[in-house]
């Protein structure tokens, strides 16, 4: 393998630790983003050269498709119904392992897939941990009906809350709006900090048209926190 920089190095040492936990035989949710993608391409590896056999469920159409480029058997969630383990990454984790998702807009399949298994792991390097969580903007899926109102429901509904910001944008791709694999919107709220994840989580997914929020709280079980000097330290 060619030499790597520093942050994909990061990225590659968690992912690879990360399959430690796959065992032959095993149903494995498979994560979005870049520090996923590495996961996927090693857990490709391991099929190919080492005979392993393992059921991937993929969270997004991307991964779906590097799955398949690189070998590794996948099913839909409607077939398997229940997992074994997930792999993903994160924007941030905190030190209860909390966490935000969905930098990558895929957070609705990856919560789905994650509350599905037995276990999630997740990836990460350490400039994703914080002491509290909302410096990452927290994604919010909207259906595209009505978006407008649903923005100002969202700000609306933060007034007296414990955060640090209320501002929501909508996420663009060139120029015109993202949409997910579910052909919704996202909406990125700027809150810079947020004191309570739990009742926040709550109060976001009551309003109508939103379809789920970005905050992982207690689904996750262990960070494995990779380093550009190789090491890794588990959480
Ligand atoms: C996608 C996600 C990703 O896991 C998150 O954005 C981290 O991505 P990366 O590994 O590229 O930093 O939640 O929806």
Not at 52 to 73: D, F, N, W
């Amino acid at each position: 393998m060619a030499k790597l920089n520093p942050i994909d190095m990061a990225k590659y040492v968690s992912a690879r630790r990360a399959l430690d936990y796959v065992e032959d035989g095993m149903r494995v949710g498979l994560g979005t983003g870049s520090t996923a993608a590495w996961m996927v391409r090693c857990l490709g590896d391991m099929v190919r050269e080492d005979g392993l056999r393992v059921t991937g469920v993929p969270t997004s159409t991307r991964t779906a498709e590097l799955a398949r480029q690189v070998g590794v058997p996948i099913a839909a969630l409607e077939d398997v119904k229940w997992l074994d383990l997930t792999i993903d990454g994160a924007d941030e984790f905190d030190d209860d392992l909390n966490l935000i998702k969905g930098g990558g807009g895929a957070l609705l399949q990856e919560k789905i897939v994650a509350t599905a298994s037995d276990m999630m792991v997740v990836i990460t390097d350490p400039a994703k941990h914080v002491d509290t969580l909302g410096a990452f903007p927290l994604p919010i899926e909207v259906i595209p009906f009505g978006w407008q109102t649903t923005k100002a429901l969202i700000e609306e509904s933060l007034v007296g809350m414990d955060v640090g910001g209320r501002g929501a944008t909508l996420r663009l791709n060139r120029d015109a709006p993202f949409r997910t694999d579910e052909g919704n919107l996202i909406l990125d709220l700027h809150l810079r900090r947020i004191g309570n994840p739990r009742q926040l989580s709550l109060v976001l997914n009551q309003i109508p048209g939103v379809v789920e929020n970005g905050l992982f709280l207690d689904i996750c079980d262990v960070v494995v926190v990779g380093a550009a000097d190789g090491s890794v330290e588990l959480r």
